[in-house]
């Protein structure tokens, strides 16, 4: 399986301030990383896609009601930059090129599928069942 990822080699060197506090292999805390110029850092996608401290406990769960309203993205996912909070085609000067179409595509496929409706009779008038009227 591939995993996508972002490579990024710093241009000059910088410190990066991180949102919370890491333990060092030295056994210090720290809040931020210091980068060499030149240096090459990899962002997993699929890690940052899937972390339970920015998704929550339920990450790794199929939700796609999570994007239906703004109560379903938790605060720190809010904080990702990306087409609905995702990394998934990147986002700023290097977005995925087949971003557009790739969500065009999806949404033919979805106006594609058949509509699946029960039709039952509804209580309209005082008359239940009568056959005039359907409800879904």
């Known amino acids: 399986m591939e995993t996508l990822t972002v490579d990024i080699q710093a241009r000059e060197d910088d ?6 506090p890491v333990r060092t292999e030295s056994g210090e805390m720290t809040d931020s990383i210091s980068i060499a110029k ?3 850092m990899v962002i997993s996608i699929r890690a940052i896609n899937r972390s339970s401290a920015i998704w929550g406990p339920d ?3 199929f939700k796609p009601d999570r994007w ?5 993205i938790s605060g720190k996912a809010k904080e990702v930059q990306g087409h609905r909070h995702l990394l998934t085609f990147v986002d700023g000067p290097r977005t995925c090129l087949g971003k557009d179409f790739a ?7 979805e106006l594609n599928q058949p509509v699946r409706m029960l039709l039952t009779p ?7 069942g009568s056959g005039e ?4």
């Open 103 to 109: 969500i065009a595509e999806f949404k033919v496929i």
């Open 15 to 20: 410190v990066i301030p991180l949102s919370e």
């Open 133 to 136: 009227e359907l409800c879904f």
């Open 68 to 72: 239906l309203t703004e109560d379903g």
């Open 38 to 40: 030149g240096s090459l």
């Open 59 to 61: 990450a790794k769960e």
């Open 122 to 128: 509804c209580d309209i008038g005082g008359t239940v």
